[in-house]
């Protein structure tokens, strides 16, 4: 008998510690990881493509015919692209956390239920568009639509983030309430519309340009895009500028627009944009200008991951932060301060 209640307290403590009903450290810390390991996606897969062992793995889902993973015979290239395909079961194992950690407040908190499960049923779909990307020999507008995909990640990971620390955290619940700058909701809410309009222009103009540049991701002759690589540059880089005169502009009216201004975190997350889109686009030019060393480029791939999760954060707080309160449900999940 004792033995048996022994192992019934064993799994309920396992239980209680996977399964939650409150937002607490266990589930901000899930959330963390999911955007963490989204974004070390796109660094790992931009080194595969940077090392030319983007074929390393010449088929898929095997490494190759006769075995599942890379062999001696590889080489260097065939370790790296393995080593990529395996981060795809720390992302699983992620995502299973992250999912588990909210299941039992699914009625409480649909929206971190319905986020949880995108980013669970996103990573097979990530591993089917990264097979097609290998059995078309790197086709650089599958690679385009794979790292589309790992942005989307990051960007619904980050929307996870922001809304367990405001569910979790009583100080970051108490300063992102609802119903703030009502003198200056619409405002808000087209400037951060803007902001992720022209994030997803930048981006996606970036796997443009990557598919016209010389780093293919095989040592072997790559389909590339057929575009004139400075006119691609240049389209690419037109946003950037938009972008930065939208953000300067907002963080001024977000300064003068009312008695008090825009609501601090707010103005926090649209300069935290900013100093982020100014380091990347810093870090372009001088690739640009230096013929594309992989140091540089790899910086770039991580400025592009950071780059989406602090536009997901500022979006994310432009509409939660001029929401009307009474549309918001409060309950001890979301409040635990009542």
Not at 25 to 48: D, E, H, P, Q, Y
Not at 212 to 226: K, W
Request: proline content about 4%; hydrophobic content about 50%.
């Amino acid at each position: 008998m004792k033995g048996g209640r022994e192992a019934k307290d064993v799994r309920r403590k396992i239980s209680d510690f996977l399964f939650r009903t409150q937002v607490d450290g266990w589930v901000r810390a899930t959330a963390w990881a999911s955007l963490l390991a989204n974004s070390l996606l796109i660094l790992t897969g931009g080194l595969v493509r940077l090392t030319g062992s983007g074929l390393g793995c010449p088929t898929w889902p095997r490494c190759t015919d006769d075995s599942w993973t890379s062999t001696a015979a590889m080489g260097i290239h065939g370790a790296i692209e393995f080593g990529n395909r395996l981060l795809t079961f720390v992302l699983t194992l992620v995502a299973i956390a992250a999912f588990l950690a909210v299941i039992r407040m699914r009625k409480e908190r649909p929206d971190l239920f319905r986020l949880t499960l995108v980013l669970g049923l996103g990573i097979p779909l990530q591993a089917v568009v990264g097979g097609i990307t290998v059995r078309t020999g790197l086709n650089p507008w599958i690679v385009g639509i794979h790292f589309m995909l790992s942005a989307a990640m990051i960007y619904l990971s980050a929307i996870l983030v922001n809304r367990c620390r405001r569910a979790g955290l009583p100080e970051v619940d108490a300063k992102e309430q609802p119903g703030q700058a009502r003198h200056a909701r619409g405002i808000i809410r087209a400037t951060a519309l803007g902001m992720a309009f022209l994030t997803l222009l930048i981006v996606y103009l970036g796997t443009l340009v990557t598919g016209t540049g010389p780093h293919s991701g095989d040592s072997g002759e790559i389909a590339r895009h057929a575009f004139d690589a400075v006119v691609i540059a240049r389209a690419h880089a037109l946003p950037v500028y938009v972008l930065v005169a939208l953000l300067v502009l907002s963080l001024i009216a977000g300064r003068i627009v009312g008695r008090n201004g825009w609501p601090r975190p707010i103005w926090n997350a649209y300069a935290t944009v900013l100093c982020v889109l100014v380091f990347q686009a810093a870090v372009g030019f001088y690739q640009y200008f230096n013929g594309l060393p992989i140091v540089a480029v790899c910086l770039h791939l991580v400025g592009s991951a950071t780059l989406v999760a602090v536009v997901a954060f500022a979006v994310e707080k432009a509409f939660a932060l001029t929401a009307d309160p009474a549309a918001v449900t409060t309950s001890p999940v979301t409040d635990p301060t009542h």
